[in-house]
């Protein structure tokens, strides 16, 4: 209504252009491969960037963002850092044909949104790992040092190359085997061994129990896959329904 305050803010569409790669332009000259060059250049800075936006929303990381890597994320900054009182969000649409001859286009494409929304696979594996998981090498050598009251410290130095995380996944044979080379017995390898498991069951357990129950997060960036009929095309391809008779 007449005196309302009014809000600014802006809207930007990008096109990203395709998912090309150099293996499916054998057929292109020289200056078509290197402009699909640049695209991909751009898309993997974008990649970053979104990447460490994230780490640095969810976890409070101090990394730098490279925004000014690339013409494309430099130009994009604003969208991901708030200005002011005014929020930003991102947006990513992934297009995917729907012809048999494009699936190779097509899984690159969803691929590549699905990056969009995630850390790299390890960030996501130690966000999952317990106390005990977490120890360095140095850890574990002490733990073993002081178990039963030093009984088993004069061999707890063939731990100092495993983490937490690496003894947890290690066979117990090779654990007996590192022993008896530092000057244990087998049976004292196995001792060590099960109390390790064992600490390190309990402590996944707890961590099961305590973890809260929480609504997710605001995504900074929201997948949306366009091309809803996408299954459907694909399901009434001549070339699908010959391969299903095949089969």
Request: with cysteine.
């Amino acid at each position: 209504g007449e005196g309302a305050e009014v809000e600014g803010g802006s809207l930007r569409l990008v096109d990203l252009a395709g998912s090309e790669r150099k293996q499916t332009a054998i057929t292109e000259d020289a200056e078509r491969v290197e402009e699909m060059k640049a695209i991909n250049a751009s898309l993997g800075h974008l990649k970053d960037c979104i990447r460490l936006q994230l780490l640095k929303a969810r976890h409070g990381d101090d990394s730098h963002v490279p925004y000014r890597r690339s013409k494309l994320t430099t130009v994009l900054k604003s969208c991901f850092v708030d200005a002011g009182a005014t929020p930003s969000a991102l947006c990513f649409l992934a297009h995917v044909a729907p012809p048999r001859s494009q699936g190779r286009q097509t899984l690159n494409t969803l691929e590549y949104a699905a990056q969009m929304v995630e850390t790299s696979r390890a960030d996501k594996e130690r966000a999952g790992f317990s106390d005990v998981e977490r120890w360095p090498a140095a850890r574990v050598v002490a733990w073993c040092e002081a178990l039963d009251g030093g009984r088993y410290a004069h061999f707890a130095s063939c731990f100092a190359r495993l983490s937490g995380k690496l003894l947890a996944c290690e066979w117990e044979l090779d654990v007996c085997k590192w022993v008896v080379a530092a000057g244990g017995t087998e049976e004292e390898g196995r001792a060590v061994f099960a109390a390790f498991q064992q600490m390190h069951r309990e402590a996944k357990a707890l961590q099961k129990k305590a973890r809260p129950r929480v609504a997710a997060a605001r995504r900074i960036v929201e997948p949306c896959v366009v091309g809803a009929d996408f299954m459907g095309h694909m399901a009434e391809s001549p070339g699908l329904e010959m391969e299903r008779r095949g089969s």
